[in-house]
């Protein structure tokens, strides 16, 4: 059955593509997703106006109003945002056909050409965010993202998720569920407290297409209002791909420079406020990974735990006023680099 439903959105991809570029689609290639439930294919048609686009396979049919992917993409390009177009959407059949940036992501980047080769993506990459937090606000209610918002209690659940699935069911350790609940609130209602603005919630460098020396934001369809630090966290503490301290040092300078100096009333209370965000972030990633392994059994994700969790433990090296929380975990940060 699944594959009869694959077959079909593939068919109707194929037809999107020749009603949108006037060719016949010559081939169809499937693409490594990540994370995610959707699927994703390269369309080649040569002679067209392009030579390829990509479709989005989503796992049921939609309404185009009710699909928030839709909604995002077009409040980001509003504020400036590099998204890939969309060309065709057919919501009963469950596909979108997307403008094709490319193979080469900002990871791929840094790891092909190093920090010479990066360093102007990264920027660019700030300067989304930047697009993101300093443009006006939408009128309530027209955009989702700005009405979804992340809470004390979403962030809780989240480092949950990792004590369920990254120490009891990977690690097979007990837990004191009360004991780091009361931790993990504490550290989540901090974070917060940081000024809320527009994120993108998974800012990675695998979610960052470079195409014609841009860089376009993809896998944005659960934007929303959260910690102004929290892309910032999730970009120079990446889970997949370990920047060093240069260029980990380079992006939290530019964020202090170009939007941090109008939120904080410090450089320390930034930096504070960058490490408490980033632990959070880390700490939902090695659930991510775990969950990955125990559910989907998706096993190349526990490659990136050790590093996640040097990240965690360094951020803690930074936040000693967060000891409780960190004797809390120690044990199982100790036991994933085992």
């Known amino acids: 059955m699944k594959a009869n439903l694959a077959e079909q959105a593939h068919e109707r991809l194929k037809t999107l593509a020749r009603g949108h570029f006037g060719v016949d689609v010559s081939s169809l290639l499937p693409l490594a997703g990540d994370a995610s439930t959707r699927d994703y294919v390269r369309l080649i048609h040569r002679g067209g106006a392009k030579p390829s686009s990509v479709g989005m396979i989503t796992p049921e ?15 980001f390009r509003e504020i400036g945002v590099r998204v890939p177009d969309i060309f065709a959407v057919d919501g009963e059949a469950g596909v979108i056909l997307l403008e094709d940036c490319g193979d080469e992501s900002l990871e791929d980047a840094w790891r092909g050409g190093g920090w010479e080769r990066a360093e102007p993506l990264y920027a660019a990459a700030l300067d989304l965010i930047a697009a993101m937090q300093e443009a006006p606000s939408a009128p309530a209610g027209e955009r989702i993202a700005l009405v979804r918002r992340f809470d004390a209690e979403f962030f809780t659940n989240e480092l949950h998720h990792t004590r369920k699935y990254a120490f009891e069911k990977l690690l097979g350790l007990e837990t004191d569920e009360r004991k780091l609940d009361a931790a993990f609130r504490e550290l989540c209602g901090e974070i917060c407290r940081i000024p809320f603005r527009l994120t993108h919630r998974d800012y990675h460098g695998r979610n960052l297409m470079v195409l014609d020396d841009a ?8 934007a929303r209002m959260g910690p102004a630090l929290y892309d910032l966290a999730s970009l120079a503490f ?6 060093g301290a240069r260029a980990r040092d380079y992006l ?5 420079e170009t939007c941090g100096q109008r939120l904080f009333s410090d450089k320390e209370e930034y930096e504070r406020a960058l490490r408490g965000t980033a632990i959070q972030r880390n700490l939902k990633a090695i659930g991510t990974f775990a969950y ?3 559910v989907r059994g998706a096993e190349r994700y526990l490659a990136s ?3 996640t969790v040097r990240m965690v433990q360094a951020h803690f090296e930074r936040r000693r006023d967060l000891g409780v929380l960190h004797a809390s975990l ?3 940060l100790d036991a994933l680099l085992k």
């Open 292 to 294: 990955q392994k125990a």
């Open 252 to 256: 939290i300078a530019r964020y202090w």
């Open 215 to 222: 860089v376009f934001a993809i896998d944005f369809q659960d």
């Open 238 to 243: 990446d889970s997949y791909v370990d920047l």
């Open 61 to 75: 049919p939609f309404t185009e109003e009710a699909l928030p992917f839709i909604d995002v993409q077009a409040h």
């Open 305 to 307: 735990i050790p590093h």
């Open 330 to 332: 120690e044990p199982f």
